[in-house]
């Protein structure tokens, strides 16, 4: 009975493992689809451990194809929190915490996001999964980004690079320059966020990571454009559009049309950039998306009512 639940178990994790490959290669519904399967198989057979590890990859995937289903993505995080306790085992509901931070930052709730991080990295345990302790300070160091403490942003960015570095994650170590790409450039630096920018795309090729090629086609692309290279810029919000579309992700292709937006009208291309402007405000009410509204109402004098004055202080300085 023994060797069959492990071959059981082994089965269900082979799915698992898939769902992670699906995600990282870019197909997001696919993965999705897997995880949701993994989850339900591992619930009927009762394979806590592996529910909790599918419940975060539905996670994952859910935050990229459909950002505003919040209800979805807070009753997976919920599942898998109650899971983690119910094992009584630390590391996982240290683990479980630290999702619930990227969570919220990822439904624009930087503060909560904040604290919440600041806690999981205070706790010592943390030390005992480097990979973890990598991944809180990515999320603290956009949550921080985002509320504009840019110094402390860029402090997290750089231990969180540090930590991909020793591990040698190449996509860890890629996003953590895209995180201090971000921050140089709101801390009016366009040239040396070109330059994280550019060394993130290069480990993005050899990773032969969509949705990295994506976001940093974008960053360099907003670089250029707060250096005044419009045309150049163009072109990476060109190529980041195509490749956020074959993704799906609609509130990245929606930054990418408001960047291509602000362009177009610096170029005297009217007609593109109204017809960029109308699909990028379409995209930011359909997903619900502060941030993306934030930019509308400073760059479009789109209305402000209801957004944070952080939001629309970010977007002045984006």
């Known amino acids: 009975m023994k060797l069959k639940s492990a071959a059981l178990w082994r089965s269900i994790k082979f799915l698992l493992d898939k769902a992670v490959r699906l995600r990282l290669s870019g197909r997001y519904k696919i993965a999705l689809i897997t995880a949701r399967d993994v989850s339900s198989k591992a619930a009927k057979y009762g394979f806590p451990d592996l529910e909790i590890q599918a419940l975060w990859e539905i996670l994952d995937s859910a935050k990229v194809l459909h950002p505003e289903n919040q209800a979805d993505l807070i ?57 973890l302790k990598a991944y809180a300070l990515w999320n603290l160091g956009f949550a921080l980004r985002m509320c504009l403490d840019l110094r402390q942003a860029v402090g997290s960015f750089r231990r969180s690079h540090q930590i991909f570095r020793r591990l040698g994650d190449s996509s ?79 509130v ?22 109204a017809k960029d402007l109308k699909r990028a405000g379409s995209i ?11 930019l509308l ?5 789109q209305p402000k009512k209801g957004l ?9 300085l984006s």
């Open 75 to 131: 009753r997976a995080a919920r599942r898998a929190s109650a899971l983690s306790k119910e094992s009584g085992d630390p590391l996982p509901m240290l683990e479980a915490d630290v999702r619930w931070g990227a969570l919220q930052r990822a439904m624009g709730q930087h503060r909560k996001a904040a604290r919440v991080l600041k806690k999981c990295l205070a706790n010592s345990l943390i030390g005992r999964d480097p990979e």
């Open 172 to 250: 860890g170590l890629a996003y953590s320059l895209c995180g201090l790409a971000g921050a140089t450039r709101l801390a009016g630096q366009p040239g040396r966020s070109l330059g994280f920018y550019r060394r993130a795309f290069v480990l993005f090729q050899k990773e032969r990571d969509p949705y990295g090629l994506a976001y940093t086609s974008c960053g360099m692309a907003n670089a250029l454009r707060r250096m005044g290279k419009y045309s150049q810029a163009l072109v990476g919000y060109n190529r980041a559009e195509r490749l956020y579309r074959k993704l799906g992700d609609r």
């Open 252 to 273: 990245n292709e929606g930054y990418v049309l408001w960047g291509r937006m602000v362009c177009s009208r610096a170029l005297q291309r009217k007609k593109q950039a």
């Open 284 to 294: 930011f009410r359909a997903t619900k998306d502060h941030r993306g509204l934030a």
């Open 297 to 301: 109402g400073v760059w479009a004098n």
């Open 308 to 316: 944070s004055e952080t939001a629309i202080k970010e977007a002045r």
